[in-house]
């Protein structure tokens, strides 16, 4: 998502309302070593509706208490997800997990024996991207969530803009019950330093629909692609021995900890729950 240069002016504006209506946090949720970026030209990108006038020039603007009204009309259609926004938003994902398979699958054309790998081909392997040596089922895997995130945030941005996040992690506190946002830059510092270990226990499901706070969940999604053309819609994944989850699945430990019912995404057999 792009954003263009605006005038002194817009810029006051946006913080003056932004500040006021889109900070998603409370003072004692600020503090939280997690906090959302609830900067002006953040705000702006998770909520298109807020500066509509992002041309790089000089604009005339509205008065305040009408810029206000604007701000509190997308809190109000954020605050609730309908029935109808939602299967909007199911049969995009939809789309996106199909386009994913069969646009990842095209790029190799002679790959396999026939148009998708059988059980045998997907446990072969191959070099990524990346020159790591991985099966083809990894690396289809991961090529397939990349085409289908990149789906996810066009479509979205049309569908519900400010009000979902993609891969977004999250932290949950045992001892206050509470969940937290664990940044992206967090997490690659944690990956770069080689502590990763202490990401272990957290979740970062593939979508996550919100009332404009990612705290506020409303509905999950997982792509999911099974490098076979399955015969039943698989399950979702366990978590192995050993871990904090052991026992218990992703989908088990989205709703526990992040509330909604999750669902799963799967190139031809669509939204699973």
Request: aromatic residues 6%; contains cysteine; glycine residues 6%.
């Amino acid at each position: 998502m792009s954003i263009h240069l605006v005038g002194p002016r817009l810029v006051a504006l946006c913080a003056l309302v932004l500040q006021a209506a889109c900070t998603i946090t409370t003072g004692a949720q600020r503090g939280d070593d997690y906090s959302y970026d609830n900067s002006v030209s953040a705000a702006c990108r998770q909520n298109p509706a807020n500066c509509t006038a992002l041309s790089g020039r000089e604009v005339a603007f509205e008065p305040i208490r009408q810029a206000g009204m604007a701000v509190a009309s997308v809190a109000a259609v954020l605050a609730a997800l309908d029935d109808a926004t939602k299967a909007s938003i199911e049969q995009a994902l939809e789309n996106c997990a199909d386009l994913a398979r069969s646009e990842v699958l095209l790029r190799y054309p002679t790959a396999f024996k026939g148009p998708a790998p059988d059980a045998d081909e997907c446990n072969q392997w191959t070099v990524d991207a990346q020159r790591r040596r991985v099966t083809w089922a990894m690396r289809l895997g991961t090529e397939m969530h990349e085409v289908a995130r990149q789906c996810a945030e066009e479509e979205l941005n049309k569908l519900r803009p400010g009000g979902f996040s993609l891969e977004q992690r999250y932290r949950y506190d045992s001892r206050t019950g509470r969940k937290k946002l664990v940044s992206t830059e967090e997490e690659r510092t944690l990956v770069e330093s080689g502590n990763q270990g202490e990401l272990k226990g957290t979740l970062k499901p593939d979508v996550v629909i919100h009332s404009g706070d990612p705290l506020d969940v409303q509905a999950i999604y997982d792509f999911k692609f099974p490098c076979v053309n399955p015969d039943e819609a698989p399950d979702w994944d366990w978590y192995p021995e050993g871990h904090p989850y052991q026992g218990r699945n992703q989908g088990n430990m989205y709703q526990q900890l992040l509330g909604p019912e999750p669902a799963r995404i799967i190139p031809r057999w669509g939204v699973i729950r």
